[in-house]
Nanobody, 116 residues
Framework: QVQLVESGEGLVQPGGSLRLSCAAS????????MSWYRQAPGKERELVAT????????NYRDSVKGRFTISADNAKTTMYLQMNSLKPEDTAVYYC?????????WGQGTQVTVSS
């Protein structure tokens, strides 16, 4: 069956770094656009970053540009989110998403807390 399993959760101080991973299985990873979303307490889920199915195109929300980097390893069927210069407002549950046509898969989420 389809699985998206996030890892890398943690508590980090402002200015610190963290890398999230999303291990995928059960579908053709290289054929799907992959994204990271996040949801902070009391807020709507928001799109953080997307990488195209071929890996040639990436997009970021403005607030993370220059700080976050999304990447994917098709051989390992794993997506990553390198997060640098973290801010308290980056605190949220981060979700992995795979999308193609009308098919949408989600991971269970992983907690990122940025606090001193």
């Amino acid at each position: 069956q389809v699985q998206l399993v996030e890892s890398g959760e943690g508590l980090v101080q402002p200015g610190g770094s963290l890398r999230l991973s999303c291990a995928a299985s059960g579908f053709t990873f290289s054929s799907y656009a992959m994204s990271w979303y996040r949801q902070a307490p009391g807020k709507e889920r928001e799109l953080v970053a997307t990488i195209s199915s071929g890996g040639g195109t990436t997009n970021y929300r403005d607030s993370v540009k220059g700080r976050f980097t999304i990447s994917a390893d098709n051989a390992k069927t794993t997506m990553y989110l390198q997060m640098n210069s973290l801010k308290p407002e980056d605190t949220a549950v981060y979700y992995c998403n795979a999308w193609r046509s009308r098919t949408d898969y989600w991971g269970q989420g992983t907690q990122v807390t940025v606090s001193s």
